[in-house]
């Protein structure tokens, strides 16, 4: 593996790499590797002829100072996980890289940028994620692009934004790789005490008993948010949201007979604020 730290140097890599007919597949990620991360490197490793993992903290889809200060970080350790699992480019930019001074443009998605997480971290988030992945898809030029489920708005909102910027990458979306307990792996899982991280696991369980309600034949959205509440509330849990949404518009949705419905979810505990979701009838 190379770690490659400019887009001049990166972008003639791939382009060589395409010359000689090689099959580019980019991972992007803000490192803090865990088995989330690993999957998508394997599936990119089984897919394609030349794998290129980005590992980049974008400061401009985070809200607060405060949480980008502390987003853990662990460039070595990251570098040998990816390393060994036959990754050939680990593609490492400096803000400066990636923001030069002058930097002025932004791409936003309009209305499914708006929402859950949006509405929660605010209009900057998905824009701070789509310019980043715009410019990865430009320097990379991959002919298919990695993402995990478990950020499942985000995977929409690039969807859409590869539609209407006319990237030639296909997006491909891999199932959230979970804990033993349930627990969606995220790099913010290392911010919870040991406390903390049992009554995480009630997200999952909270999805789990969306499921369950659908799974008994019931046709009603709440029904199913509320089964998913019970877990929250016993866990001493408070949403910032639970919904169903139309897992391609994010509309919201009252009915589980117009399948497949999105269940997400987002909640703090203690300093980790963790997101996790589930598709009914998917
Ligand atoms: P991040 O480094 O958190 O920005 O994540 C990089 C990529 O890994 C994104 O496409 C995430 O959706 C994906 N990812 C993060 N956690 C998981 C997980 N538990 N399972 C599958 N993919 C994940």
Redesign the pocket.
């Known amino acids: 593996m190379i770690t490659i730290t400019t887009k001049a140097e990166m972008h003639a890599h791939t382009a060589a790499a395409r010359a000689a007919g090689r099959r580019i597949g980019l991972v992007?990620?803000?490192?803090a590797f865990h088995a989330?991360?690993h999957?998508?490197m394997k599936a990119a490793r089984e897919a394609c002829d030349e794998v290129v993992v980005s590992l980049f903290v974008n400061p401009a889809q985070f809200n607060e100072a405060s949480d980008l200060a502390a987003y853990p970080r662990s460039e070595e350790r990251d570098a040998a996980e990816a390393s060994s699992l036959g990754v050939d480019v680990l593609f490492a930019p400096s803000v400066e890289e990636v923001y030069p001074p002058g930097f002025s443009t932004s791409v936003r998605v309009e209305g499914l940028s708006d929402v859950l997480e949006g509405a929660e971290r605010g209009p900057g988030h998905f824009a701070g994620v789509c310019t980043v992945v715009a410019k990865l898809f430009n320097v990379v030029a991959p002919d298919v692009a990695f993402?995990?489920?478990?950020?499942a708005q985000?995977t929409i909102v690039i969807r859409r934004m590869a539609r209407d910027l006319d990237f030639a990458v296909a997006i491909e979306v891999?199932?959230?790789?979970?804990e033993p307990d349930g627990l969606?792996?995220?790099?913010r899982n290392a911010y919870l005490t040991p406390e903390e991280r049992r009554r995480a696991s009630a997200l999952s369980r909270a999805l789990r008993a969306a499921q369950e309600v659908a799974g008994s034949g019931e046709g009603s959205a709440e029904a199913a948010l509320e089964a998913a509440r019970a877990e929250l509330e016993q866990a001493g849990i408070e949403p910032e949201y639970l919904e169903a949404r139309d897992p391609e518009t994010l509309a919201a949705v009252d009915s589980l007979n117009s399948r497949p419905v999105l269940i997400a979810v987002a909640a703090r505990v203690g300093a980790a604020r963790l997101i996790d979701n589930t598709l009914i009838g998917g």
Do not use: C, I, Y
Request: hydrophobic residues 35%.
């Open positions: 992007p990620t803000m490192g989330g991360h999957a998508l993402f995990g489920q478990k950020d985000q891999l199932p959230t790789v979970r969606a792996m995220s790099s």
